[in-house]
């Protein structure tokens, strides 16, 4: 007996999918049994679910990828507190609505500053450090696209990268200019108004 995700409108105010077994499938109308019961759908509405534990740092390391899979590992995550994952080098961010300062330390930096992208969790300090290292091994200008819904962390997000590379700039070069930093935060609202 599979295990899938189908869409059900008596989820729809709380959830998007709801996870349920396959008790028949004919070729024509796949029978799923969910906690709502059992209903029939077309197979293009069911969704295979994984087996594995959803809880993976990066996206692309789920069993089975597909827009539940995805929501589901991106709600357990959040359910710990863990608002980053990566999606190979892309970050998704989800907003907790709350300080999570343990998130931001000096020591988090020096951590994603000497430490392995892959062994580390995903953080917007893990992506800053990916610019930041391909800046200085290529010698050729990066770019990071912070993109998002209003309300959804974009201005705090550019602040850590912002923040981040600043404080790696600084390291790299014990002489480091720390007024330059201080300038280029001071930049942060007029590029926020041209983001909004």
Known sequence: RDRVWVRD???????VFVEGTVVSDDGKQVMVET???CRSYRPSEVLPASASDPDV????????????????????RFGKDAIYTYISEILLAVNPFK???????TSSKARYRAGS?????PHVYGVAEL??????????SQSLVVSGESGAGKTEANKQLLDYLIWRASTADAGGDLSLGKRILDTNPVLEAFGN
């Not at 990066?58 to 709600?75: G, K």
């Not at 610019?131 to 050729?140: D, K, P």
């Open 9 to 15: 409108a008596g989820v729809a105010e709380t959830d």
């Open 35 to 37: 906690q709502l019961g």
């Open 57 to 76: 740092r990066d996206h692309c390391n789920l069993e089975v990828l597909n827009d539940a899979t995805l929501l589901d590992a991106t709600r357990a």
């Open 99 to 105: 300080p999570l300062p343990h998130l931001y330390e």
């Open 117 to 121: 992208r892959d062994a580390l969790d």
């Open 131 to 140: 610019a930041f290292s391909h800046l200085v091994a290529h010698s050729h």
